[in-house]
């Protein structure tokens, strides 16, 4: 019971990774390989914020309404202006993107791991039983993550936002004919998946310690819970974030060099008899 649980809260803070990725890709077909340097440079700002004498969580909150705007104006003035039929563009840029930020963060904060304090929070939970107790943090986190899934779920389904998004993830052609500005929407998709990038990139910093390198294995963390759950799918994501923890949980249980390897391995897995995820998107 205390595997399931750990993998399960640790699959929580995946589904935050991954959920941003999926939107992305669920709306403009972009794959954004500097996803995990965003979330480490949304750490940084966030214990930059703290580091000013602001609360952690007012430093997060803070730190959301700036990633919206970054993702906006980097949607609006140069990933829509590799968007096409060719993914290789996109990719190039955004490595460039990932690049950058890692060299920018070595700059500034150094390679020393780095972390957000809590205060006692970090440290407080709430016991199960006799030999199972779950720290408030991570649980705090898990709470996010399923509200964050449910809500992004909700918009898709029932916003007109959410309906724009879908109409330009259709047919962008036509969605363009009935009137709508497919440049804006694919702003605003971004700049929504930077605001979830955001949260996990604070939270990231707040349960553990972060490094300006850190960017590619948090992508990867990201990719394997997409694929997992199925492209394009938010509750997809979610159980394959949750079921990738559940496994790395199970491996380092069995050996301490085993856990990243074992998750490595479910999700080739995966991808070798269900290439679509084992919940795609269905129209």
Known sequence: MDLIISGVLLGGLYALFA??????????????????????????????????ALPAWLALLVALP?????????????????????????????????????????QLYSADPRSVDTGAFGTQAVALGADISIGLLPLLVLALAVASTAGLQWLFRATDLGRSFRAVSDDREIAELMGLNARKVY?????????????????????????????????????????????????????????????????????????????????????????QGLFPKTR
């Open 66 to 106: 700036l990633a919206w705007g970054l993702g906006y104006v980097l949607q609006r003035h140069v990933l829509n202006g590799v968007l096409g039929k060719d993914p290789l563009p996109s990719l190039v840029v955004t490595f460039g993107m990932s690049v950058f930020i890692q060299n920018l963060l070595l």
């Open 19 to 52: 959920l941003g990725l999926s939107l992305m890709f669920g709306v403009m077909r972009l794959t954004n390989t500097a996803h995990g340097d965003f979330m480490v440079l949304t750490a940084y700002a966030v214990l930059s914020f703290a580091g000013m």
């Open 187 to 275: 702003a605003k998709a971004t700049a929504l998946a930077f605001v979830v990038v955001a949260l996990a990139g604070g939270l990231q910093g707040m349960r553990t310690t972060v490094a300006p390198t850190d960017g590619p294995l948090l992508l990867l963390f990201a990719f394997e819970a997409v694929i997992i759950g199925g492209m394009g799918s938010f509750w997809g994501t979610l159980v394959g974030a949750m079921l990738l923890g559940v496994v790395q949980q199970i491996g380092f249980r069995i050996d301490p060099g085993w856990g990243i390897w074992a998750g490595h391995l479910m999700f080739l897995s995966v991808l070798a008899l269900r290439p």
